[in-house]
C-alpha cells in the first residue's frame, strides 16, 4: 500500500519525522509531497524546494520505507488541486493529514484520508523552529540530524535572519515592510 | 439593451435577487458576471463556479429577461481587466456595480455605470449568509429557492462548515491555520 | 560602470530623485527597475507601468547620466527573480537596494549591492503622498516636477481618490471592503 | 438527466446545431462548455468568448432544454482538464465527444462518454465554413440564423478576413508570417 | 560530487539506464530532472510526471548511487530556466546534457557541462520507442523491468494508443487533428 | 503627438532604424514597444529584452525625439492585448504597424494605426539576418554601429549559433530536435 503525506517542511523537524515513523507502520511506500514548492526566502518559507529535498530524503533513509519526495508548485485553484497532486506523485491508495481544507479536498474525490494526534506539537512546530532560527535559540535539537548538516551547508540561518531583518534603519525604503513579507520592490 | 452585472454570488442571494428585478426594468438581456469563478472551497468563496451558474440560471428564470450567466477567472491586472470581461461577455451597454475599483475601470474605459442602493442590506450580505451556514442558523429565508436545491445537492453546507474549521484539536498541523483561509500545504 | 535601482515608484518622488543624484555620481549609466509593473488602480499601486515610465524618463533628463527605465513584471518566486530582472534589463554591474529581500537575493547570486540611506525619510515616503492625494492635501512639493504634470495629465489624483473610497453608502456591495484592496467582482 | 457537450463553436454551425438536437432526446438539462474561450482574433478562432455565448444562447432556444452555455479558458495542462471543466460547469452525467483525447481523459476520470456520428461533414465542418468566409463565399446557409446575426452585428466577417491576410505587399514586416497564425509583435 | 541529468522520459529506457550508469562512475550523487513533468496524456508526453517518478525510482535502485528525482514543470522562459532548475533540485556540481540550448544555458550560468555519446540510439529513442507502443510491436526489451511493471500497471499502452487515434470515422470533430497533438476542445 | 511602434528586434536593423526615421518627422516622442520580450535563446528570439533594450536606446539616440523603449511581455490572449500594452507605455496617439493583426486590434480599439512600406526589404529582415550570423556570413553592415558593439559585447553570435546547432553527432537526445525550436527537456 502507497500514502501521501504532504507538508511545507519549513524545515522538515522531529515532528513530521514521528508523523512518518507512524505512518511507515501503515504503508509500504510513501510519497512526500512538499507543498509551495514555488516559494522561498522568506519568512515564512525560507528554504526552496531543491533544499527540502535534499533534508526529507536523507533523513527518510532511517525508515524501511521506499519513499518518493516531490515539489508540489502551488496551482491557487481549491477545484483542480487534488488533479494537481495526482498527475504529479505515483498512485497512492491513502492521504495522511490534519489539515481541513485538504481533508476536505481529498474526500471530495473519493480518497481516503487518515488524521492522526501530532507528537509534542507546542514544541515541534514549523514557526517556533524558524523563530528560533532568527533569534539565535536552540533549533538543532528539534530536527533529524541531515536536516542541520543540509541548513548549515546552505547558510540557511544567515538567510532566514537576512529576509526577515524589517528593522531597517532607513525607513523610506521601508515604507511597505509593515506587510507580512517584504515584497520585491517594495522600496516606497 | 443589454446591461452587465457582476458579483462574487457566494451565494447568489435575495439582495442580489432584487438587484436583478430592478434592472430588468432597465434591460431586455442581462450578462450576469460570476467574479472568482476560480475560486472554491473556503470560507469566502465556498461554491466553486458550476454550482453558481446553476443557481443562477435556475433563479432568474423568475424575471422576463435574456440572460447570460458568465464565469470570469480572476485576471490580477486591473488595467486590463475590462477587456477580459468584454472578451468573456456578450456585448453589453451599460454595467451596474457599487465597486468602486469597479465603477472606476468602466468608466475610464468609456462604458457606462450606474449604482443603486442595495436592499435590506444588513440582512442580505454574503458574509453574514455564509455565517449562518457554518453556524447551523437559518439561511434559507434569504436566497431564492432554487439557490437553497442546488445548495443541497451538492452538500454545500457540510463543505463550507469543513473549509471553515480551524478548531482542529492539533496545533501542530495548524501553524498556520491563522492565516484567514488554510492554504494548501500548510501543515507545520 | 552601470547600476541598477528598483523601486515601485508609486509616485517617483524627491527621495527617489535625490538617491539617483547620488547613484550618478558613481556610475555612467542606470537601470531604473519598475517593480509592480502589472500592478494599477489600487490605493497602494495607482499608477500604471507606462504611467510611472513617463515620469521617471521625463524627471533622470536633470542628470547627466545614460538611463534606462524598465518596467519589471510580478514574477512571485523569489528564486528565480534575479534571473527575471536580468533579462529584462542591461546588463549591470552593481545594484542599489535597501530592501532586505532584495539584497539577499541579488548578494545569493554574487552581484554586488550597496545600501545608501534615505533621505528626509519621513516627508519623503510613498505611502504618505498617497495618503496626501487622497485627502487633497498639498504633495506637489514632494515630487519632481515633470511627475506633477504626468499626474495631472491623466487626471490621477481623481483615480487614487476613486478606487480608495471605501465609505460606499450601501454596505451591501462592500461586504469584502474590509480587505485591504477591493477586489474585482466583490460585491457580496 | 443533464449532458456536456464541447467545442470550439469557431462558428456554431448546423453540425452543432444537428448534434445539440440529438442530444436533447437523451438529457432534460445540457451544458455547452465552449474550448479555447480565450483564443479570438486568429483565423482558427476568430469569435470571443462573448460572441460565441451569445451565437450559441439564441441558437439553442429552438430546443425544449435547459442549457448552461459554458466558456473554458484553456488549462494546458491534460491531467487537470477534466477537474477544471467539472469545476466550471453545472455537475452532469454523460459527456458527448468525439475527440480521443476527450473521451480518454473523461473514461480515466469515470465520466460516461457518448460518441456520436456527425451529420454531413465535409459541409459542414468549422475550418471549411471559415474558409468560405475568408473567400467571400456563400456560409450563411450553414449556421442558424441567430449566428448569421452575430456574426454581421459584430462585423465578424471584416475581422476574420483582415486577421487571415498574409498578403502584405511588404515582406519586411512579413518575416514571421509563414507561421500559421502571425503572432503578434512579429514585425521582423 | 552531485551531478544533474535532465530527460522527457517518455518512457524512461535503457539508452537513459546506460547513461546514468556511466554517469554513476563520476558522481556520487545525481539528480534526475524529469522535463515537461506538466505534460501527460498525449503522443509526444503519454505518461505524467508521477507515472515517470515511479518508473526512475524503481529502475535507478540497480546503481550504487543516492538519486533524487525531481519533476520540473515548463517553465517557457529560458533565460530563467537556469534558476527554476537551481531551486527545484538539490545543488549540483555538474550538469550531464547533449541539448544545444541545455548545454548553452547551463553554460552562460556558469554551470559545468558534460556531453557524452548516447549508446545504441536509433534502436533507444524515446519517440521509436512510443511508435511501438502505438503499433503493438515490441517494446519491453528497451526499457529496464520496473518501466515495464509501471506502464502495465496504469494501462499506459490503451492510453497512448488512445490519445493517438486520429483515425476517427468522423471527420466532423476531427477538422483539427490534423495538428500534431489533438488539442482539448478541438471539436470543430 | 507621440507614436508607438513595436518589433521584436531581433536584432534592431537598418529596416527598422529608417523605419524610426521616418515616424521622427511625424511625431515628437515614440513608444518602442519590445514584442515577445520573455523570449530568448533561440534562433528565433535569440537576444534577451535587457539585450534588446540596450542596443535600441543606443541606436535612436542618433534622432532628435524622446523615446521610451518598453520590453513587452507576452500575454497569449489578442482580445486583452491591447490594454496590456496601454497599461505598460506611456499613452500615445498613433500606432505604426504592417501586421495585420496588430493593425485589426488596434483599430477594434478606436487607436489609429498607420501602415507604411518598409525599406530594402529583402536585405533587411530579421531572419535574413540572423541566417548569416548562424553562417558566419556579413551581418554588420545592415544594423546600427551600437547594436554590433551590444551583440559583440554579450558574445551575441557564439549564443546564436550555439542553440541553432541540430547537427549534433548523437541523434538519440535529438530525438526532438526536428521541431523548431529545441525545448528544453528534450532529450529523448
Not at 133 to 138: H, K, L, N, R
Request: proline content about 5%.
Amino acid at each position: 500500500m502507497r500514502g501521501f503525506y504532504i507538508g511545507r517542511f519549513q524545515p522538515y523537524h522531529d515532528g513530521h519525522h514521528a508523523m512518518v515513523g507512524r505512518i511507515a507502520d501503515e504503508v509500504d511506500e510513501l510519497v512526500l509531497g512538499i507543498g509551495s514548492a514555488d516559494d522561498s526566502h522568506t519568512t515564512h518559507d525560507p528554504f526552496t524546494a531543491g533544499e527540502r529535498i535534499m533534508m526529507i530524503t536523507k533523513a527518510v533513509k532511517d525508515f524501511d520505507l521506499t519513499t518518493y519526495v516531490v515539489p508540489l508548485e502551488d496551482i491557487n485553484r481549491n477545484a483542480v488541486w487534488v488533479s494537481h497532486v495526482e498527475s504529479m506523485c505515483p498512485d497512492f491508495d491513502v492521504a495522511y493529514s490534519n489539515n481541513p481544507l485538504v481533508v476536505r479536498l481529498f474526500e471530495e474525490s473519493g480518497i481516503e484520508v487518515r488524521q492522526s494526534p501530532m507528537f509534542d506539537r507546542d514544541r515541534l512546530e514549523g514557526s517556533e523552529i524558524r523563530e528560533r532560527m532568527i533569534a539565535d535559540e536552540s533549533w538543532r535539537d528539534r530536527v533529524p540530524d541531515p536536516v542541520v548538516d543540509t541548513i548549515e551547508e546552505i547558510n540557511g540561518i544567515k538567510r532566514l535572519q537576512h529576509v526577515s531583518d524589517s528593522d531597517s534603519l532607513d525607513r523610506y525604503t521601508a515604507e511597505d515592510e509593515a506587510v507580512d513579507e517584504p515584497a520585491i520592490g517594495d522600496e516606497g
